[in-house]
């Protein structure tokens, strides 16, 4: 009697296994605003393609949508982040510790400034970089094998991921008194440098982000270094050092590291 209650048992149909699709929406409906996040990195990367490759529309529309579409990912991984929004001090500081806090300001500085190529380069790599990681992440959920091609590209640059964020903090230290150089252009406006100092310094004291801080470290080792050689002329050692000097009473102090 036992055996054929336990021959009934095994003989049970199974749930089917869910497909690949299947698992892929499931995840999307369990985790909207990281998919959110994820889209609107995309959309970043297709829109300053669009900006050097014109092949549809104007490329000056493409470049202010990326940095909207950066914009959007910057509020939506904020929100994530402090979640519970207050009217208090504490809050503004807690909210200007946070990387997306900076890249949300990082557009809307740029957002009223004439189209600069340069600008685009920082969002144009944060978002490629954190877009191959969320895309393994979603091909995972199709199956280990599927999409090899594509997993081959998005190992590429997480292979590379250090160096797109040197590269990142370097642009974004050059991009300080290149916005000097915009007023003179007529294409940025007199507080343009002024508020992109602000964010600057929040880079600077990036919690989680050391790069930019390092870059700073080592652009200092360089520029000593260069003043220092027997064959450096007097003044141009000079205002190396000055320049040095200079740049070291306007950092922030160092925060400590999470």
């Known amino acids: 009697m036992s055996q054929q209650n336990n ?27 990281e998919v959110a996040i994820w889209a609107t990195r995309v959309f970043t990367v297709l829109f300053t393609f669009g900006y050097f490759i014109p092949l549809f529309g104007y490329p000056y529309n493409a ?17 994530q982040r402090v979640p519970r929004v207050t009217l208090s001090r504490e809050f503004l500081s807690l909210l200007l510790l946070e990387d997306s806090c900076h890249y949300l300001f990082y557009s809307l500085i740029f957002l009223s400034v ?20 969320y895309s393994l992440t979603l091909l995972d959920t199709l199956g280990q094998n599927s999409w ?17 964020l040197r590269l990142v903090a370097f642009t974004e230290i050059f991009l300080l008194p290149f916005t000097i150089v915009l007023i003179f252009l007529g294409r940025a406006g007199l507080l343009t440098p002024f508020i992109y100092y602000h964010f600057l310094t929040l880079r600077y004291s990036s919690r989680r982000n050391p790069y930019n ?46």
């Open 7 to 33: 021959s009934q048992n095994s003989e049970e149909p199974q749930p089917p296994q869910r497909s690949g699709w299947e698992a892929l929406k499931q995840h999307v409906i369990d985790h909207k605003v």
């Open 213 to 258: 801080r390092m870059m700073f470290h080592e652009l200092r080792l360089l520029l000593e270094s260069t003043a220092s050689k027997p064959g450096t002329p007097s003044l141009l050692r000079n205002i190396l050092l000055s320049a040095v000097a200079f740049t070291s009473r306007l950092a922030p102090p160092s925060p400590q590291a999470q």
């Open 148 to 164: 090899w091609g594509a997993r081959l590209l998005i190992s590429l640059v997480e292979f590379q991921s250090r160096n797109i």
């Open 63 to 79: 470049y202010y949508k990326a940095l909207m579409s950066n914009a959007a990912s910057s509020a939506l991984r904020l929100h």
């Open 114 to 133: 004439t189209p600069v190529t340069l600008v685009l380069l920082p969002v144009f790599m944060f978002a490629l970089l954190h877009s191959a990681s």
